[in-house]
């Protein structure tokens, strides 16, 4: 238990770092929705909030990746958690297009990557082949590894995917009740940032 309560703070902590972008993207991404509403509208104002909001899953899965890495240089880290990421999303975009696993996705990809990175960092090879061992060993495997991770929840994500959809649809049908308890976690996550998490589902 004690394991599971440090790896759980740790996760905590590792996504307290794209966490920090999120403010700023925020107010950026409501500036651009104001500025719809009046005849002069800039787009680029949200340009900001719509680039931090639109990769949520994949700055998760560089925070998380970097949270989990145990070294103290974490460039390779971050670069096998967006290979992770990337390389779930187009595997799953062949292996069923209605997947959207977010920023699910993300966690679930850095947790991968982070577990890649540890495990195969001073994997040695044979001379030929010497230049992809050690730490850059993990960004060949990751790519690996996530395929197979595509095609697993290609076939089982479509379920939990309808499962928080038919969440979101109980909500909004328990009328004022269900706009209450919107409203509260909507609040609740406003200074930091991650209503914009709730609005997606």
Do not use: C
């Amino acid at each position: 238990m004690s394991s599971l309560k440090a790896n759980v703070q740790k996760l905590g902590r590792a996504m307290l770092l794209p966490v920090a972008a999120m403010p700023l993207a925020a107010i950026a991404t409501d500036a651009l929705q104001a500025a719809a509403n009046k005849t002069n509208t800039i787009p680029v104002i949200g340009a900001a909030g719509n680039a931090v909001f639109g990769n949520l899953d994949i700055l998760f899965a560089i925070g998380v990746t970097i949270g989990f890495a145990k070294t103290k240089d974490k460039g390779i880290p971050a670069l096998t958690g967006f290979l992770a990421i990337a390389t779930l999303k187009k595997g799953l975009e062949i292996m069923n297009p209605a997947v959207n696993m977010g920023i699910f996705g993300g966690i679930i990809s850095g947790l991968i990557a982070a577990w890649t990175y540890n495990r195969f960092k001073e994997q040695k090879l044979p001379m030929v082949f010497s230049y992809f061992a050690g730490e850059k060993f993990p960004l060949t495997m990751v790519m690996i590894l996530q395929t197979v991770t595509s095609v697993v929840f290609g076939f089982l994500w479509p379920f939990a995917q309808a499962g928080i959809d038919s969440f979101a649809r109980l909500l909004v049908n328990m009328g004022a009740l269900g706009v209450g308890i919107f409203m509260f976690l909507n609040r609740l996550l406003i200074p930091f940032g991650l209503h914009h998490v709730l609005n997606t589902y």
